[in-house]
């Protein structure tokens, strides 16, 4: 990994390991709580080049971000012409951004495994016919069923909102996602 700082000010940079925290936060309710509600923003191109960003609903797992959209809206079509794209979220002390490059994931475990993470976050996702699908969802998400995308990240930013601050540039190999993981 590439780490680079870009803060301003003197402070030291953020380590990927502060963002992996929070990301792990984010993706998971802690036991006997309510899941604290995160908006994730993704960012598409659309086929004449403009830009386009919608909500969805996303969570970390195994160094990557998974996301649902039905696949009539616009930013499922987008991903089908291209698949870079860009997804951020306000994390507790810290903004982050995370470019990469996304895809339709269509096998059975995957989908059982992240459709039981969204069932532990308080959405009730069940697979069928490969894809999610569920009582409701986000408006912008589209009628059922919903695809479920990977994105496999490329580099990210983050610029802290508490203490210790700062502002990090990181750069992944495409090999070692594996490093993206946070290991205690």
């Known amino acids: 990994m590439d780490q680079k700082n ?4 003197g402070s030291e940079p953020i380590p990927w390991s502060r963002a992996l925290k929070e990301l792990e936060a984010a993706s998971r309710k802690p036991s006997g709580e309510a899941a604290a509600h995160k908006t994730w923003w993704l960012a598409t191109v659309r086929p004449d080049e403009r830009p386009h960003v919608a909500g969805v609903g996303a969570l970390w797992a195994d160094g990557r971000l998974y996301f649902t959209s039905g696949a009539g809206t616009r930013k ?3 991903l089908a012409v291209n698949p870079n794209c860009v997804i951020s979220v306000a994390l507790s002390g810290l903004d982050l951004v995370v470019e990469g490059t996304a ?3 269509t096998d059975e475990p995957t989908l059982r495994r992240l459709a039981e993470l969204y069932n ?3 959405w009730p996702a069940s697979v069928s016919d490969g894809a999610l699908t569920a009582d409701y969802s986000a408006p912008s998400a589209g009628p059922a069923p919903w695809n479920l995308y990977v994105m496999t990240p490329s580099t990210a930013f983050g610029v802290a909102t508490a203490e210790p601050f700062g502002a990090t540039r990181w750069r992944f190999e495409p090999s070692r ?7 205690t």
């Open 177 to 183: 996602v594996e490093s993206l993981q946070f290991k």
């Open 120 to 122: 532990a976050q308080g």
């Open 103 to 105: 895809h339709l994931v």
């Open 6 to 9: 870009l803060d301003i000010y």
């Open 76 to 78: 499922s079509r987008n």
